[in-house]
Structures are given as C-alpha cells and as structure tokens.
C-alpha cells in the first residue's frame, strides 16, 4: 500500500529526514514513533503529498506521490486545519463536496461515537480536543485506503482516547484500511499496532512487524561480570553494580548465566532511542 525508497527532505541545511526505505503492510496498523524532532511529521507530510521531498521515491497503492495528495489516502495532520468560520455540519458538507469519495453517514457516526461535538459549533470556537475529534471524522469521512494519523491522541480525554482507537481497529477490520500513526503514547497504542517504524534524528532505525521484531531481540539480565553473550548486535548496555543489563539483537545460544526474555514494545523502543543519545553514531538497524 505504502512504500517509500531513499526518501530524504531538507529545510535549509537542516536534514528533517534521510534515506529513509521501508514498506508498510496492507490491511495494518503501523506506529510511527522517536522522540521529538525525528521526522515523524515531516514523513507523514511527505506521504501525504503535502510536501516535496528533496531526494527519494514515495508509492502509494502502486502510484507515485508528489506534491499532491492521493485520493485514496486522509491525513489528520497535527495542526488539524479546519475553517474557523465553519460550523461543524458545514465543514462535513465540505468534506462531501470536496471529496469524490466521502461518507457523511460515516463521518457523523465517528463524531457520534467520539462525544457528539454538536453540529451547530463553530470550528474557532472548539476546544484542541473538540476540534480534533472533528478533523477525525473529516479523515473516517474520506473513507480512505491510506490513513494518517500524526499524534491523533495527544489532546484527547481518556473516554475519546478509547473511542478512536476503537474506531480505527473496527475500521480496520471492516475496510481493511492501513494506518500509519504517530504518537509518543506508545502504552495507549502497542494494543493496536502490530508493525512498527521507529525515526530517530531523521534516521530509521526500526521498521518491521511487532512480533517479529520483538522476538529478533533480548533482554539479558545476569552477573556485571559476566561476559556478553555473542549477538549480532548489543543496541544497550546497563552494568549498575553488580547486575548487568543488556538488549541484544540476534542473540545465538545465551551462556547460563544469563537471564533472557523478549522485550516488551516500550523498553525496546526505549533502550533503541537511549542508546542513540549515548552514541555518536546511533544504531541504523535497517530499512
Ligand atoms: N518548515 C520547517 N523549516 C525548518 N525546519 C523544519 C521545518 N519543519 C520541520 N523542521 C525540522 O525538521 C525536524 C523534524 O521535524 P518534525 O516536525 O518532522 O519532527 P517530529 O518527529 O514530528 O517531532 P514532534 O514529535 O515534536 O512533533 C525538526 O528538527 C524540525 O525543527
């Protein structure tokens, strides 16, 4: 559905993003997370057609995208731009206008589920949460085989946290919609995601299913002494007095000693993104 080769974007001197290769699974929900600055938004514009990039090839549904946004896809970007001056009926009837595709039906039944923002409110006159429970339903609306999301949840309650993400896995299921959304709530979203894409510094370090990758990883607890066990890669490396602490990548046979489980999706997140802040030249696991 989505594949994306060497793709870079430039803003100035500043690199925002650099070859930048994965392809994201049809029918999925893949999370897009690293910490502030990493790219996310930038990438996510890029897919969008909202940006150009300076370097690279982005395919959506086996078109190319550049500079124009694809029928088939919805971005809620994280401004949510909406008309000020429009009620929220009236910004649905753009929506339906606007749009060759378009399901008012569908998008007042996500309104709806979410906490009903009345029809006759003005868009200026919404709260951040309001109004991004509005710019979701535009986005269901589209009824789109490509959906982004950039960080979809930061500013909702905890009730309409749920709702969305329910909305998107029925959504999902029904539709067979893939998603690609970006959100620093990673123990709100690892429950629905099961692909992962993981920028950091405008570099991929990550991208894979869940499952899998989790499972190409260890966490090895054991003595500080203790030798390290041959793994194709140590990502990071705890030694706090006499325990030590390490993931690995691609860990063969572990030595006695040590204690192995698989991480869980936050800790290996963590430990890929805290280890790029302790190294000059952070891991670039692959594409
Ligand atoms: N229009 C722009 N002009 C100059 N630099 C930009 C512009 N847009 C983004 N950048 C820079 O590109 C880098 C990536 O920004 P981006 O917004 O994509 O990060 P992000 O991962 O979405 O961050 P956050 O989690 O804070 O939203 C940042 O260093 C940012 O300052």
């Given at each position: 559905m989505l594949s994306v080769r060497g793709l870079g974007r430039r803003f100035g001197s500043k690199?925002?993003?650099?070859d930048c290769s994965f392809t994201l699974p049809e029918g999925r929900v893949s999370a897009l997370v690293g910490p502030n600055g990493a790219g996310k938004s930038t990438l996510l514009s890029l897919v969008a057609g909202l940006l150009l990039p300076s370097e690279g090839t982005i395919t959506v549904a086996d078109a190319p995208v550049r500079g124009r946004m694809h029928p088939d896809v919805a971005f809620l970007a994280?401004?949510?731009?909406?008309?000020?001056?429009?009620?929220v009926a009236e910004t649905l009837r753009a929506g339906a206008k606007l749009n060759d595709r378009w399901s008012d039906e569908y998008a007042r039944q996500t309104l709806n589920l979410l906490?009903?923002?009345?029809?006759?409110?003005r868009i200026r006159q919404l709260s951040a949460g309001e109004r991004t429970q509005v710019a979701l339903a535009v986005a269901f609306g589209r009824l789109p085989k490509l959906l982004l999301l950039d960080e979809p949840l930061s500013d909702l309650d905890p009730l309409a946290r749920d709702e969305t993400l329910r909305i998107l896995m029925a959504d999902v299921a029904e539709r067979g919609t893939t998603v690609l959304v970006s959100s620093h709530l990673l123990t709100d979203l690892s429950p629905v995601c099961d692909h992962l894409v993981l920028l950091d510094r405008g570099e991929l370090r990550l991208a894979g299913d869940v499952e899998d990758t989790l499972h190409e990883h260890r966490l090895l607890v054991g003595p500080a002494g203790a030798a390290a066990p041959?793994?194709?890669?140590?990502i990071e490396a705890n030694r706090t007095g006499r325990q030590a602490m390490l993931l690995v990548r691609g860990a063969g046979t572990v030595p006695a000693e040590w204690e192995a489980t698989v991480p869980e999706l936050e800790q290996l997140v963590l430990a890929y993104l805290r280890a790029s802040r302790t190294s000059a030249r952070p891991p670039v696991v692959r594409g």
């Open positions: 690199r925002a993003l650099r994280q401004s949510r731009p909406l008309y000020g001056d429009f009620t906490s009903g923002v009345a029809l006759d409110r041959a793994a194709e890669q140590v």
